[in-house]
Protein backbone atom coordinates (compact mmCIF):
# COMPACT_ATOMS: atom_id res chain seq x y z
CA UNK A 1 0.00 0.00 0.00
CA UNK A 2 1.49 3.62 -1.07
CA UNK A 3 -0.43 5.72 1.46
CA UNK A 4 -3.35 5.67 3.48
CA UNK A 5 -4.79 9.01 3.34
CA UNK A 6 -5.95 10.91 0.24
CA UNK A 7 -6.16 14.53 0.18
CA UNK A 8 -8.92 16.60 0.62
CA UNK A 9 -9.47 18.38 -2.68
CA UNK A 10 -13.06 17.48 -3.10
CA UNK A 11 -15.66 20.75 -2.96
CA UNK A 12 -17.66 20.86 0.60
CA UNK A 13 -21.01 20.06 -0.50
CA UNK A 14 -22.52 21.86 1.97
CA UNK A 15 -21.19 24.83 0.05
CA UNK A 16 -23.14 23.45 -3.23
CA UNK A 17 -26.61 21.89 -1.38
CA UNK A 18 -28.35 24.28 0.95
CA UNK A 19 -28.96 22.69 4.03
CA UNK A 20 -25.87 20.59 3.69
CA UNK A 21 -27.37 17.90 1.58
CA UNK A 22 -30.20 16.61 -0.58
CA UNK A 23 -33.41 16.77 0.93
CA UNK A 24 -31.89 17.99 3.90
CA UNK A 25 -34.17 19.04 6.92
CA UNK A 26 -32.67 21.97 8.56
CA UNK A 27 -35.08 23.17 11.02
CA UNK A 28 -37.01 19.53 11.33
CA UNK A 29 -36.93 17.33 13.96
CA UNK A 30 -34.50 14.63 11.98
CA UNK A 31 -30.97 13.84 12.89
CA UNK A 32 -28.14 16.21 11.93
CA UNK A 33 -26.70 15.15 8.03
CA UNK A 34 -24.36 12.63 7.90
CA UNK A 35 -20.51 14.05 8.65
CA UNK A 36 -20.13 12.30 4.77
CA UNK A 37 -20.92 15.73 4.01
CA UNK A 38 -18.95 17.99 6.58
CA UNK A 39 -15.05 18.10 5.02
CA UNK A 40 -12.47 18.17 8.24
CA UNK A 41 -8.74 18.95 7.30
CA UNK A 42 -7.50 16.27 9.70
CA UNK A 43 -4.25 15.34 10.24
CA UNK A 44 -4.54 12.03 7.87
CA UNK A 45 -5.73 14.43 5.03
CA UNK A 46 -2.58 16.53 5.20
CA UNK A 47 0.24 13.99 6.17
CA UNK A 48 2.73 12.09 4.88
CA UNK A 49 1.95 8.58 3.50
CA UNK A 50 2.13 5.46 5.71
CA UNK A 51 5.31 3.40 4.58
CA UNK A 52 4.87 0.84 2.01
CA UNK A 53 5.34 -2.19 4.28
CA UNK A 54 1.59 -3.24 4.37
CA UNK A 55 0.71 -5.16 7.41
CA UNK A 56 2.62 -7.12 10.34
CA UNK A 57 1.95 -10.51 10.53
CA UNK A 58 1.51 -10.71 14.12
CA UNK A 59 1.14 -8.21 16.79
CA UNK A 60 4.19 -7.12 19.78
CA UNK A 61 4.91 -10.86 20.40
CA UNK A 62 7.95 -11.09 17.68
CA UNK A 63 9.37 -7.76 19.71
CA UNK A 64 9.46 -9.53 23.06
CA UNK A 65 13.05 -10.55 24.58
CA UNK A 66 13.30 -14.85 25.67
CA UNK A 67 11.83 -15.36 28.65
CA UNK A 68 15.65 -16.80 29.93
CA UNK A 69 17.09 -12.83 29.20
CA UNK A 70 14.43 -11.02 30.87
CA UNK A 71 15.20 -9.68 34.53
CA UNK A 72 12.64 -8.06 36.56
CA UNK A 73 11.02 -4.88 35.99
CA UNK A 74 13.32 -2.27 36.86
CA UNK A 75 12.50 0.08 40.36
CA UNK A 76 13.92 2.74 41.64
CA UNK A 77 14.52 3.72 45.03
CA UNK A 78 14.35 7.64 44.38
CA UNK A 79 15.42 10.01 41.67
CA UNK A 80 18.72 10.06 43.22
CA UNK A 81 19.41 6.78 43.22
CA UNK A 82 18.49 4.00 40.67
CA UNK A 83 19.07 0.51 40.79
CA UNK A 84 18.68 -2.33 38.22
CA UNK A 85 17.62 -5.87 40.11
CA UNK A 86 18.31 -9.29 38.58
CA UNK A 87 16.57 -12.06 40.60
CA UNK A 88 16.61 -15.90 39.80
CA UNK A 89 14.09 -18.30 40.99
CA UNK A 90 15.48 -20.81 44.12
CA UNK A 91 14.44 -24.02 42.37
CA UNK A 92 15.84 -27.64 44.13
CA UNK A 93 18.41 -29.10 41.91
CA UNK A 94 17.45 -32.06 39.32
CA UNK A 95 18.64 -35.42 39.90
CA UNK A 96 22.31 -36.18 39.03
CA UNK A 97 22.58 -38.39 35.77
CA UNK A 98 23.81 -41.82 36.29
CA UNK A 99 26.82 -41.50 34.70
CA UNK A 100 27.71 -38.50 36.81
CA UNK A 101 27.52 -40.55 40.17
CA UNK A 102 31.00 -41.76 40.03
CA UNK A 103 32.44 -38.46 39.53
CA UNK A 104 33.79 -37.35 42.95
CA UNK A 105 33.99 -33.55 41.78
CA UNK A 106 30.42 -33.79 40.48
CA UNK A 107 28.78 -35.65 43.50
CA UNK A 108 30.48 -33.02 46.12
CA UNK A 109 28.59 -30.02 43.84
CA UNK A 110 25.55 -31.87 43.86
CA UNK A 111 25.15 -32.51 47.42
CA UNK A 112 26.63 -28.72 48.30
CA UNK A 113 23.70 -27.30 45.59
CA UNK A 114 21.21 -29.61 47.34
CA UNK A 115 22.32 -29.41 51.12
CA UNK A 116 19.58 -27.45 53.30
CA UNK A 117 21.67 -24.31 54.04
CA UNK A 118 19.06 -24.32 57.46
CA UNK A 119 20.29 -27.97 58.88
CA UNK A 120 21.68 -27.43 62.00
CA UNK A 121 23.99 -30.58 62.08
CA UNK A 122 25.63 -29.15 58.57
CA UNK A 123 28.96 -27.84 59.62
CA UNK A 124 28.60 -25.26 56.31
CA UNK A 125 25.16 -24.29 57.21
CA UNK A 126 25.97 -21.61 59.08
CA UNK A 127 28.48 -20.03 56.47
CA UNK A 128 26.16 -20.64 53.80
CA UNK A 129 23.26 -19.35 54.81
CA UNK A 130 24.78 -15.79 55.65
CA UNK A 131 26.00 -15.94 51.52
CA UNK A 132 22.71 -16.86 50.62
CA UNK A 133 21.47 -14.30 52.24
CA UNK A 134 23.90 -11.96 51.15
CA UNK A 135 22.92 -12.74 47.91
CA UNK A 136 19.08 -12.79 48.38
CA UNK A 137 19.52 -9.10 49.81
CA UNK A 138 21.54 -8.06 46.19
CA UNK A 139 19.21 -9.80 44.49
CA UNK A 140 16.35 -8.80 45.80
CA UNK A 141 13.85 -6.01 43.33
CA UNK A 142 13.55 -2.75 45.24
CA UNK A 143 10.34 -1.49 45.39
CA UNK A 144 9.74 2.71 44.48
CA UNK A 145 9.93 4.46 47.48
CA UNK A 146 7.82 7.78 46.98
CA UNK A 147 8.91 10.06 49.79
CA UNK A 148 11.95 10.97 48.44
CA UNK A 149 10.84 12.37 45.25
CA UNK A 150 7.52 13.61 47.27
CA UNK A 151 9.69 15.77 49.31
CA UNK A 152 12.08 17.02 46.38
CA UNK A 153 8.98 18.51 44.50
CA UNK A 154 7.43 19.99 47.76
CA UNK A 155 10.58 21.89 47.80
CA UNK A 156 10.50 22.58 44.26
CA UNK A 157 7.21 24.26 44.25
CA UNK A 158 7.22 25.86 47.73
CA UNK A 159 9.34 28.81 46.70
CA UNK A 160 8.30 31.92 44.91
CA UNK A 161 9.90 30.34 41.30
CA UNK A 162 9.31 26.73 40.92
CA UNK A 163 12.64 24.37 40.46
CA UNK A 164 11.35 23.36 37.37
CA UNK A 165 14.57 21.19 36.99
CA UNK A 166 13.37 18.92 39.60
CA UNK A 167 10.54 18.56 37.77
CA UNK A 168 12.66 17.46 34.83
CA UNK A 169 14.18 15.30 36.90
CA UNK A 170 11.43 12.84 38.57
CA UNK A 171 8.80 13.01 36.23
CA UNK A 172 9.35 11.93 33.13
CA UNK A 173 11.21 8.89 34.59
CA UNK A 174 8.04 7.23 36.45
CA UNK A 175 6.01 4.52 35.19
CA UNK A 176 1.93 4.77 35.22
CA UNK A 177 2.07 2.70 39.03
CA UNK A 178 4.93 4.67 40.50
CA UNK A 179 3.07 7.98 39.34
CA UNK A 180 0.27 6.77 41.78
CA UNK A 181 2.71 6.24 44.16
CA UNK A 182 4.03 9.37 44.44
CA UNK A 183 0.70 11.53 44.09
CA UNK A 184 -0.70 9.64 47.54
CA UNK A 185 2.90 10.11 49.14
CA UNK A 186 2.66 13.95 48.05
CA UNK A 187 -0.45 14.33 49.34
CA UNK A 188 0.60 12.34 52.61
CA UNK A 189 3.75 15.80 52.49
CA UNK A 190 2.01 18.10 51.03
CA UNK A 191 -1.35 19.61 52.81
CA UNK A 192 -3.61 22.77 53.06
CA UNK A 193 -5.66 22.93 56.67
CA UNK A 194 -5.18 19.07 57.09
CA UNK A 195 -5.97 18.41 53.64
CA UNK A 196 -3.33 16.64 50.80
CA UNK A 197 -2.83 18.51 47.71
CA UNK A 198 -3.05 16.59 44.27
CA UNK A 199 0.28 17.37 42.95
CA UNK A 200 -0.97 17.67 39.28
CA UNK A 201 -3.21 20.38 40.33
CA UNK A 202 -0.14 22.25 42.32
CA UNK A 203 1.98 21.77 39.02
CA UNK A 204 -0.56 23.38 36.99
CA UNK A 205 -0.74 26.13 39.72
CA UNK A 206 2.51 26.82 40.11
CA UNK A 207 3.94 26.56 36.35
CA UNK A 208 2.45 27.98 33.17
CA UNK A 209 2.37 27.23 29.15
CA UNK A 210 3.77 24.99 27.41
CA UNK A 211 5.65 23.27 29.90
CA UNK A 212 3.17 23.86 32.88
CA UNK A 213 0.84 21.68 30.68
CA UNK A 214 3.09 18.86 29.50
CA UNK A 215 4.57 18.52 33.55
CA UNK A 216 0.42 18.10 34.43
CA UNK A 217 -0.64 15.87 32.09
CA UNK A 218 2.45 13.39 32.84
CA UNK A 219 1.33 13.78 36.64
CA UNK A 220 -2.08 13.00 35.91
CA UNK A 221 -0.95 9.62 35.07
CA UNK A 222 -1.79 7.19 31.61
CA UNK A 223 -5.44 7.09 31.83
CA UNK A 224 -6.66 10.17 33.92
CA UNK A 225 -4.42 11.95 31.02
CA UNK A 226 -6.69 10.72 27.97
CA UNK A 227 -9.60 11.91 29.89
CA UNK A 228 -7.86 15.22 30.00
CA UNK A 229 -7.49 15.12 26.21
CA UNK A 230 -10.98 14.56 25.92
CA UNK A 231 -12.48 17.10 28.14
CA UNK A 232 -10.05 19.65 26.97
CA UNK A 233 -11.11 19.10 23.45
CA UNK A 234 -14.74 20.82 24.56
CA UNK A 235 -13.88 23.04 26.55
CA UNK A 236 -10.85 25.16 24.63
CA UNK A 237 -13.82 24.90 21.67
CA UNK A 238 -10.79 25.20 19.09
CA UNK A 239 -8.78 21.88 19.94
CA UNK A 240 -7.83 19.93 17.04
CA UNK A 241 -10.38 16.66 16.92
CA UNK A 242 -7.73 14.53 16.51
CA UNK A 243 -6.93 14.85 20.07
CA UNK A 244 -9.98 13.31 21.16
CA UNK A 245 -9.77 10.53 18.50
CA UNK A 246 -6.12 9.58 19.45
CA UNK A 247 -7.17 9.64 23.05
CA UNK A 248 -9.71 7.14 22.75
CA UNK A 249 -10.13 5.08 19.23
CA UNK A 250 -8.83 1.65 18.48
CA UNK A 251 -8.05 1.15 22.65
CA UNK A 252 -8.60 -2.33 24.30
CA UNK A 253 -11.68 -2.55 26.59
CA UNK A 254 -8.84 -2.17 29.70
CA UNK A 255 -8.08 0.68 28.50
CA UNK A 256 -11.13 1.94 28.17
CA UNK A 257 -12.13 1.36 31.26
CA UNK A 258 -9.50 2.54 32.91
CA UNK A 259 -10.25 6.17 31.10
CA UNK A 260 -13.63 6.49 32.44
CA UNK A 261 -12.88 5.69 36.09
CA UNK A 262 -9.85 8.31 35.85
CA UNK A 263 -12.02 10.93 34.44
CA UNK A 264 -13.03 13.69 36.77
CA UNK A 265 -15.84 16.33 35.73
CA UNK A 266 -18.63 17.39 38.37
CA UNK A 267 -20.52 18.62 35.61
CA UNK A 268 -21.47 15.20 34.10
CA UNK A 269 -21.01 13.62 37.51
CA UNK A 270 -17.31 12.26 36.53
CA UNK A 271 -18.88 10.02 33.37
CA UNK A 272 -16.83 10.81 30.17
CA UNK A 273 -19.72 9.32 28.30
CA UNK A 274 -22.53 11.42 29.33
CA UNK A 275 -19.40 14.51 28.86
CA UNK A 276 -19.65 13.24 25.19
CA UNK A 277 -23.08 12.89 24.64
CA UNK A 278 -23.20 16.09 25.50
CA UNK A 279 -20.84 17.81 23.80
CA UNK A 280 -20.52 15.69 21.10
CA UNK A 281 -23.03 17.37 18.17
CA UNK A 282 -25.76 14.08 17.00
CA UNK A 283 -23.72 12.84 13.86
CA UNK A 284 -21.59 9.75 12.90
CA UNK A 285 -18.27 10.87 14.82
CA UNK A 286 -20.27 11.11 18.24
CA UNK A 287 -21.58 7.89 17.58
CA UNK A 288 -18.06 6.28 17.05
CA UNK A 289 -16.81 7.88 20.29
CA UNK A 290 -20.16 6.62 22.02
CA UNK A 291 -19.21 2.89 20.59
CA UNK A 292 -15.95 3.26 21.40
CA UNK A 293 -16.74 3.89 25.28
CA UNK A 294 -18.98 1.12 25.86
CA UNK A 295 -15.80 -1.15 25.65
CA UNK A 296 -17.36 -4.14 24.09
CA UNK A 297 -14.87 -4.61 21.46
CA UNK A 298 -13.52 -7.73 20.54
CA UNK A 299 -10.58 -8.99 22.38
CA UNK A 300 -7.42 -9.56 20.98
CA UNK A 301 -7.68 -12.87 22.03
CA UNK A 302 -11.55 -13.76 20.65
CA UNK A 303 -10.53 -15.60 17.56
CA UNK A 304 -13.74 -15.68 15.54
CA UNK A 305 -14.59 -18.43 12.67
CA UNK A 306 -13.67 -17.70 9.23
CA UNK A 307 -17.60 -16.90 8.09
CA UNK A 308 -17.13 -13.75 10.83
CA UNK A 309 -14.71 -12.50 8.82
CA UNK A 310 -15.60 -13.05 5.48
CA UNK A 311 -19.17 -11.61 6.17
CA UNK A 312 -17.14 -8.59 7.84
CA UNK A 313 -15.28 -8.13 4.15
CA UNK A 314 -18.39 -8.33 2.21
CA UNK A 315 -20.20 -5.51 4.74
CA UNK A 316 -17.93 -3.54 4.18
CA UNK A 317 -17.56 -3.76 0.15
CA UNK A 318 -20.65 -3.12 -0.03
CA UNK A 319 -20.97 0.26 2.22
CA UNK A 320 -18.00 1.69 0.25
CA UNK A 321 -20.29 0.68 -2.97
CA UNK A 322 -23.52 2.47 -1.71
CA UNK A 323 -23.86 5.82 -3.43
CA UNK A 324 -25.20 7.25 0.02
CA UNK A 325 -24.46 6.39 3.71
CA UNK A 326 -22.49 3.53 4.43
CA UNK A 327 -20.59 4.99 7.21
CA UNK A 328 -22.06 3.79 10.32
CA UNK A 329 -22.19 0.10 8.70
CA UNK A 330 -18.01 0.47 8.19
CA UNK A 331 -17.41 1.96 11.96
CA UNK A 332 -19.15 -1.07 13.08
CA UNK A 333 -16.02 -3.26 11.90
CA UNK A 334 -13.52 -0.97 12.62
CA UNK A 335 -14.52 0.24 15.62
CA UNK A 336 -15.29 -2.98 17.06
CA UNK A 337 -13.24 -5.69 15.89
CA UNK A 338 -10.20 -6.29 17.51
CA UNK A 339 -6.27 -5.97 15.67
CA UNK A 340 -5.87 -9.03 14.83
CA UNK A 341 -9.63 -9.62 13.20
CA UNK A 342 -9.38 -6.39 10.97
CA UNK A 343 -6.18 -7.25 9.97
CA UNK A 344 -7.07 -10.73 8.44
CA UNK A 345 -10.07 -8.46 6.88
CA UNK A 346 -7.69 -6.39 5.18
CA UNK A 347 -6.18 -9.14 4.09
CA UNK A 348 -9.56 -11.01 2.46
CA UNK A 349 -10.72 -7.68 0.99
CA UNK A 350 -7.35 -7.07 -0.79
CA UNK A 351 -7.44 -10.70 -2.14
CA UNK A 352 -10.99 -10.94 -3.06
CA UNK A 353 -11.48 -7.29 -4.09
CA UNK A 354 -8.38 -6.55 -5.74
CA UNK A 355 -8.31 -3.33 -3.79
CA UNK A 356 -7.01 -1.13 -0.74
CA UNK A 357 -9.90 -0.80 1.72
CA UNK A 358 -8.04 1.89 3.69
CA UNK A 359 -7.41 3.55 0.94
CA UNK A 360 -10.87 3.26 -0.78
CA UNK A 361 -12.63 4.12 2.68
CA UNK A 362 -10.15 7.38 2.49
CA UNK A 363 -11.50 8.64 -1.00
CA UNK A 364 -15.12 7.70 0.57
CA UNK A 365 -15.03 9.63 3.84
CA UNK A 366 -12.79 12.68 3.86
CA UNK A 367 -14.12 14.24 6.97
CA UNK A 368 -13.86 13.41 10.57
CA UNK A 369 -15.15 9.78 9.91
CA UNK A 370 -12.56 9.54 7.40
CA UNK A 371 -9.89 10.08 10.29
CA UNK A 372 -11.65 8.06 12.86
CA UNK A 373 -11.21 5.01 10.44
CA UNK A 374 -7.81 6.04 9.30
CA UNK A 375 -6.32 6.65 12.45
CA UNK A 376 -7.64 3.09 13.21
CA UNK A 377 -6.18 1.20 10.38
CA UNK A 378 -3.22 3.25 10.11
CA UNK A 379 -2.46 0.96 13.77
CA UNK A 380 -3.76 -2.13 12.54
CA UNK A 381 -1.23 -2.09 9.77
CA UNK A 382 1.64 -0.86 11.66
CA UNK A 383 1.44 0.87 14.94
CA UNK A 384 4.84 1.75 15.09
CA UNK A 385 4.78 3.55 12.13
CA UNK A 386 1.78 5.49 12.74
CA UNK A 387 2.94 6.61 15.75
CA UNK A 388 6.17 7.96 14.67
CA UNK A 389 4.19 9.69 11.45
CA UNK A 390 2.27 11.41 14.27
CA UNK A 391 5.02 12.69 16.08
CA UNK A 392 7.24 13.97 12.85
CA UNK A 393 3.26 15.45 11.62
CA UNK A 394 3.61 17.82 15.02
CA UNK A 395 7.07 18.18 15.28
CA UNK A 396 7.35 19.68 11.31
CA UNK A 397 4.63 22.01 12.08
CA UNK A 398 6.47 23.56 14.79
CA UNK A 399 9.67 23.50 12.93
CA UNK A 400 7.78 25.11 9.95
CA UNK A 401 4.85 27.02 10.44
CA UNK A 402 1.98 26.02 8.54
CA UNK A 403 0.78 30.08 7.63
CA UNK A 404 2.70 32.95 7.54
CA UNK A 405 2.17 36.82 6.81
CA UNK A 406 3.29 38.52 3.46
CA UNK A 407 5.26 41.33 3.44
CA UNK A 408 2.92 42.87 0.70
CA UNK A 409 -0.59 42.15 2.84
CA UNK A 410 -2.64 45.03 4.33
CA UNK A 411 -1.82 45.83 7.94
CA UNK A 412 -5.24 44.23 9.00
CA UNK A 413 -4.50 41.05 7.53
CA UNK A 414 -1.68 40.60 8.44
CA UNK A 415 -2.41 40.89 12.16
CA UNK A 416 -5.28 38.35 11.31
CA UNK A 417 -2.76 35.95 9.81
CA UNK A 418 -0.02 36.29 12.55
CA UNK A 419 -3.10 35.62 15.26
CA UNK A 420 -4.36 32.38 13.30
CA UNK A 421 -0.35 30.88 12.41
CA UNK A 422 0.02 31.76 16.83
CA UNK A 423 -3.31 29.75 17.16
CA UNK A 424 -2.41 26.50 15.03
CA UNK A 425 1.17 27.05 16.13
CA UNK A 426 -0.03 26.41 19.72
CA UNK A 427 -2.31 23.90 18.77
CA UNK A 428 0.40 21.89 17.13
CA UNK A 429 2.23 22.00 20.53
CA UNK A 430 -0.63 20.15 22.25
CA UNK A 431 -0.55 17.63 19.69
CA UNK A 432 2.80 17.11 20.19
CA UNK A 433 2.64 16.77 24.60
CA UNK A 434 -0.79 14.34 23.83
CA UNK A 435 1.15 11.83 21.44
CA UNK A 436 4.90 12.22 23.46
CA UNK A 437 3.06 11.61 26.80
CA UNK A 438 0.88 8.76 25.68
CA UNK A 439 3.79 7.17 24.04
CA UNK A 440 6.07 7.22 27.38
CA UNK A 441 4.08 5.49 28.94
CA UNK A 442 4.91 2.49 26.92
CA UNK A 443 8.31 2.11 26.39
CA UNK A 444 8.86 -0.83 24.31
CA UNK A 445 6.67 0.50 22.05
CA UNK A 446 8.46 3.92 22.45
CA UNK A 447 11.61 2.28 21.66
CA UNK A 448 9.88 0.55 18.19
CA UNK A 449 8.59 4.07 17.64
CA UNK A 450 12.12 6.10 17.72
CA UNK A 451 13.81 3.48 15.38
CA UNK A 452 10.94 3.87 13.21
CA UNK A 453 11.27 7.47 13.00
CA UNK A 454 15.10 7.59 12.64
CA UNK A 455 14.86 4.85 9.86
CA UNK A 456 11.84 6.72 7.92
CA UNK A 457 13.24 10.58 8.08
CA UNK A 458 16.67 10.05 9.07
CA UNK A 459 16.57 11.50 12.02
CA UNK A 460 16.57 11.30 15.68
CA UNK A 461 13.46 12.22 17.64
CA UNK A 462 15.42 14.19 20.00
CA UNK A 463 17.21 15.96 17.52
CA UNK A 464 14.00 17.20 15.79
CA UNK A 465 12.50 18.25 19.45
CA UNK A 466 15.49 20.19 20.00
CA UNK A 467 14.54 21.98 16.58
CA UNK A 468 11.38 22.53 17.21
CA UNK A 469 11.02 23.56 20.81
CA UNK A 470 13.40 25.62 23.46
CA UNK A 471 13.77 26.12 27.26
CA UNK A 472 12.62 23.76 30.24
CA UNK A 473 9.74 22.60 27.77
CA UNK A 474 12.75 21.05 25.62
CA UNK A 475 14.67 19.56 28.41
CA UNK A 476 11.10 17.85 29.82
CA UNK A 477 10.02 16.23 25.79
CA UNK A 478 14.02 14.80 25.46
CA UNK A 479 13.40 13.12 29.00
CA UNK A 480 10.34 11.98 27.64
CA UNK A 481 11.82 10.31 24.68
CA UNK A 482 14.50 8.14 27.32
CA UNK A 483 13.57 3.99 26.91
CA UNK A 484 16.48 3.02 29.06
CA UNK A 485 15.35 3.65 32.61
Keep these: MDRLSVSGNRPDLQNIMPGGMPGGFP ?7 SPLLEAYQGVYQSISPMPQAMMLDDDDIDHLQP ?9 RQSVHGRHRAHSRSGR ?22 ARDPYDPYDPYSDRDRRSNDRKKEERRARVYDAEPDALAIVDALSVRTPDLDTLIDILPLLSHDQMLELRTEYKRHCKVQGRGINIAKHIKLKTSGNFGKIAYVTALGRYEGEGYWANYWYQSNSARRELLIEALMGRQNHEIRAIKDAFRDKRYSDSLTKCMDKELKADKFRKAVLMALEGERQEESDVWPTEYRNRDVDTLYKALKAREGGESAILGVVVMRSDAHLRECLRTYERKYQGSFARDCLRKSNNL ?16 ARDAMLLHHALMDLIEPTSTSTSNARSSRENTSTATAKHERQQRYELLVSRLVRLHWERLHLGRVKAEYEEKYGRMVEEDIEEATKGDFREFCIALCQTGR
Design 27 to 33: GGGLPPP
Design 92 to 113: SPSPLPPSKRKDKLALEAYNSS
Design 369 to 384: VGEVIAHILNGVINRP
Design 67 to 75: LDNLSPRES
